[in-house]
């Protein structure tokens, strides 16, 4: 069973979740109590804390593609193109990030393996 925080990719990974769920929590939860309650208590909390994963998403993208080498104009900009994309992150981890992870974590098993 993999383990999402032994490996870059595992944390980039959790990270891109965290990201599309904060998102979620604020359109569908702050910001209507912001406008139907008259309450920007939840938007005040929740907008620096998806900030904050954003910027870590980004950070983290660019750190594990110098770290595994991946190409820019071939994986590394579609990364950072679904964080930028509302819900993008959930669609990249399904799509790319999850296929990367398995074919590296086989690739690492095949050389202990040797």
């Known amino acids: 069973m993999p383990r999402p ?15 599309g769920l ?5 359109l569908g939860v702050a910001v ?8 920007p208590t939840w938007v005040e909390a929740l907008g620096p804390v998806h900030g904050l994963l954003f910027l870590l ?3 983290n993208t660019l750190r594990v593609g110098v770290e595994y080498r991946w190409r820019f104009g071939q994986t590394t ?4 193109l679904a964080c930028v994309v509302p819900f993008g992150t959930f669609y990249i981890d399904r799509h790319l990030l999850a296929p990367l992870q398995q074919a590296h974590e086989a690739y690492a098993l095949r050389g202990r393996d040797s």
Do not use: C, N, Q, T
């Not at 904060?22 to 604020?26: D, E, G, W």
């Open 32 to 39: 209507p109590l912001k406008y139907l309650r008259h309450d």
């Open 57 to 59: 998403f980004v950070l």
């Open 77 to 80: 900009w579609k990364v950072l």
């Open 22 to 26: 904060s998102l979620l929590l604020l």
């Open 5 to 19: 925080l032994s490996s870059p990719i595992g944390r980039l990974r959790l990270l891109g979740l965290a990201e």
